[in-house]
């Protein structure tokens, strides 16, 4: 099945920094999406791209659909301590439904006082 | 609140236990979900129901068994499980058709399952 390299695993940073976030696939894909998951909650719908360069901004967050459609970026700027958590980027393949998303294996951002 | 809401927040069973996992979703969508969350691995899809009809079962245990008795509710019944079925389970819902291009997941709190 396609398989979705999410990367970095983890991320320490100090607050106040920009975060920047990737993930990569060896299949094409129609749809990308952005989730976090606070500690002890389920994953969140951040941002949604449907279109290849395509860039989406949800406050200090922005997500853009590689051209080649094979990867996408999650940025966030100037971080405050609420940024902790995982986030999870999925693909979906062109006539996939949510059946068929594709999950990373997630980025742990960890912000240290 | 996403308006899925699942009960209990945490569980710890035995081998030979039986228990089970709720989820309601409030919401008026029409399609729920299984998902496991374990650590260092991407969300695994374990089973998803369509207007109450199970549509897809990926390859899960029969020690699973789900259950969906109308649109809002959804139960993962356990029993006989093993250790390495400790995990995160998460109930989620979209609008329509799982298979609709575009549907967005509404995810649960999650149940988090520690089996002895």
């Known amino acids: ?113 | 609140e996403t308006g899925v809401t699942q009960t209990p927040r945490h569980l710890v069973m035995g081998m030979t236990n039986k228990k089970s996992l709720k989820c309601e979703q409030h919401l008026g969508h029409n399609a729920m979900y299984w998902y496991k969350q374990s650590a260092k691995k991407p969300l695994e899809l374990m089973f998803v129901y369509s207007l109450e009809e199970r549509v897809e079962n990926n390859s899960v245990p029969s020690r699973f068994s789900p259950e969906c008795p109308n649109s809002s509710h959804l139960f993962l019944h356990l029993h006989t499980l093993q250790p390495e079925d400790s995990a995160l389970y998460l109930c989620a819902s979209s609008q329509d058709s799982p298979h609709s291009p575009n549907e967005k997941l509404f995810f649960g709190s999650g149940t988090q399952l520690s089996v002895l």
Not at chain 1, 96 to 105: C, N
Request: with cysteine.
């Open chain 1, 1 to 113: 099945g396609q398989q979705l390299n999410q990367s970095p695993q983890s991320m320490f940073i100090q607050e106040g920094e920009d975060v920047s976030m990737n993930c990569t696939s060896s299949s094409i894909f129609n749809t990308w999406l952005w989730y976090k998951q606070d500690p002890g909650e389920g994953p969140v719908l951040l941002i949604a791209l449907y279109k290849a360069g395509e860039l989406t901004s949800n406050g200090r967050l922005t997500a853009q659909f590689g051209i080649t459609r094979k990867d996408s970026f999650l940025n966030i700027s100037a971080s405050i301590p609420s940024d902790v958590g995982i986030y999870f980027c999925a693909g979906q393949y062109e006539g996939g439904g949510a059946d068929g998303l594709t999950f990373g294996k997630g980025t742990h951002l960890i912000i240290q006082p």
